[in-house]
């Protein structure tokens, strides 16, 4: 994508990954570019994750103690300590708008006493975070204080599936007190019902007034669904990994591109969609070049799922000033839940 | 490139390959969607080659007769015979506003009598081409009638480094009539300056009042020096290929945008460029998409280089119109000739 598609689509934030960043071209040669907004030529609002999910999930050899996570990079095997405070630092350097903290990444399925200790360490690991941000918000440091003025930094609830880890870790989080909260540990395996019975039960006990972000979520129906249990971000590789691989997102439901009933389509991915995608070209054309390997079929579906996704947002916004919220949901999962038109 | 690119580039015609479309997704699926235009979405002029040249380089086991070129398919060692007949009647069927006729390409170097050979063969199968063509245009298939209405149908000359050849090529070709005239077999591996004399020689031979086509051309500078020998119209993957190896045509030279020199390098790669990519991204950026292999890296890249071609080619056309294309070819020479500034 570029920036310019990302703004059509009706993008307003787009996350930056602390863990590649970090790595390459490095925080500190970004600092010098003048932070990421700069370097990468974005003027509008950038979250940074806390690095600490791509060690988990892409490092090797990692380590995980109270310090934090000591890993080798998987590009060059070089030995990195990313602590609490290093994953502010790292994040005050790229300048983003939404700082998140580091926080550990369990594997589903994990044991109620696993998951207590591991919430424990993160809500320690939050603190030391906030405040490692509050010392650096007050360090004389001219450039890397210009870089990141004004940045937000999320604590991120832990808790796994147990309602009542949820609950202390959002009490403890909330009483550290951040710009806004994260759910984490969810869409990582469990099942959807249970997912939004935590999504549910932990948003009780976040602020009114204060963002809610649920981490790495989810399909179209995810959005929904948990929009209407109190979140109000979201991040997911979903519309932009499965439009690689051809699976096209539709009001509809899902389709395909590749199948062959595609061959002689002249009609658009979506007839009610206003992408680039779908104003040009017909499923016929995709499927000809998703078939023949062209880097432009990952290019034009790609453009056409985050528009899908951006516009299901834009929808949800409606309906809520609407107070058309719960017929909306009705009918948007009613159609979504045709998973698949195709195989 | 999406189309959209292409359009703001200043592109006004694009070129399709006959030898991949005939095999996936087939001229009879391409007729049936309307014709390439209708089928991808491009409403401005396209030529389509012959397929020849893929058959010569991609195609697995051809053998070349007088009845035209018989070869496997790389894509399922299925077995074709694309005679001249058959380069005419697929072209009709993508229905592409420049058809061109089927040619032998020989391997450089070649003798005097395998080249000469070879050219009287290409003459034969031209002759073969324009009446094959001829008679589409009085066949009462009306569907195809109406995909390559308007059509046009270039010659293509040949005759190796030999003036003598060239000339008789020249000479048969125009005798037959076409549209335009192509110039084949150059561009591939003889010394510029042979390339360049034997351009001299054979546009002496062609229509004033006709388009003159130089197949597989190339550099910038190859631009203005054919322009200045005769030549309006080119086709090369240079400009693509090169960007998705990251290396860039600016107007003072080649650059190699991986090299460690633009790692902080917060300017654009051409500041005389109008393109998305040098409004929007650094050097420094573009250098590290490439490292990390981002997909975006090779878009950019050739945004770019597709739009140095084709304001080098709107220059040229501005100087002849202004009566100062020799000062404007001694100074692009001078710049362009600083091959590349890195490496």
């Given at each position: 994508m570029r920036h310019r598609d990302l703004e059509e689509a009706g993008a307003q934030i787009i996350l930056g990954n602390t863990y590649h960043l970090y790595l390459r071209p490095g925080d500190q040669l970004i600092a010098r570019r003048g932070g990421l907004h700069r370097f990468m030529g974005w003027p509008h609002p950038i979250l940074t994750d806390s690095g600490g999910y791509q060690v988990f999930s892409l490092a090797q050899r990692r380590k995980i103690d109270e310090r934090g996570a000591e890993f080798r990079s998987h590009l060059d095997g070089s030995l990195h300590l990313l602590s609490p405070e290093r994953a502010v630092d790292i994040q005050v350097r790229l300048g983003s708008d939404i700082a998140m903290v580091l926080d550990e990444c369990l594997a589903y399925p994990a044991s109620r006493d696993e998951t207590a200790a591991s919430m424990e360490r993160s809500v320690r690991w939050a603190a030391r975070c906030r405040a490692q941000f509050a010392s650096i918000r007050h360090d004389d440091s001219a450039d890397v204080a210009a870089i990141s003025a004004g940045q937000a930094q999320?604590?991120?609830?832990?808790?796994?599936?147990?309602?009542?880890?949820?609950?202390?870790?959002?009490?403890?989080?909330?009483?550290?007190?951040?710009?806004?909260?994260?759910?984490?540990?969810?869409?990582?395996?469990?099942?959807?019902?249970?997912?939004?019975?935590?999504?549910?039960?932990?948003?009780?006990?976040?602020?009114?007034?204060?963002?809610?972000?649920?981490?790495?979520?989810?399909?179209?129906?995810?959005?929904?669904?948990?929009?209407?249990?109190?979140?109000?971000?979201?991040?997911?590789?979903?519309?932009?990994?499965?439009?690689?691989?051809?699976?096209?997102?539709?009001?509809?439901?899902?389709?395909?591109?590749?199948?062959?009933?595609?061959?002689?389509?002249?009609?658009?991915?979506?007839?009610?969609?206003?992408?680039?995608?779908?104003?040009?070209?017909?499923?016929?054309?995709?499927?000809?070049?998703?078939?023949?390997?062209?880097?432009?079929?990952?290019?034009l579906n790609t453009l056409h799922n985050l528009t899908f996704y951006l516009d299901t947002m834009r929808r949800i916004r409606e309906a809520i000033s609407l107070q058309t919220f719960d017929r909306f949901r009705q009918e948007f999962v009613r159609s979504a839940s045709r998973l698949s038109l195709d195989s």
């Open positions: 999320f604590g991120i609830v832990q808790g796994g599936v147990f309602a009542d880890l949820r609950h202390a870790s959002a009490a403890a989080t909330v009483a550290i007190g951040f710009e806004g909260y994260a759910i984490g540990g969810l869409s990582v395996g469990e099942p959807v019902d249970v997912m939004y019975a935590v999504v549910s039960e932990t948003t009780r006990h976040l602020p009114d007034d204060q963002p809610r972000y649920l981490m790495g979520a989810g399909t179209p129906e995810d959005l929904v669904e948990c929009v209407g249990r109190g979140i109000d971000m979201f991040d997911c590789v979903l519309p932009t990994r499965n439009a690689r691989n051809g699976q096209l997102f539709t009001s509809e439901g899902r389709i395909n591109i590749k199948n062959a009933r595609y061959a002689e389509d002249d009609g658009p991915v979506d007839s009610t969609c206003r992408c680039y995608t779908c104003r040009t070209h017909s499923r016929a054309y995709l499927r000809h070049l998703y078939l023949a390997g062209e880097m432009t079929a990952g290019v």
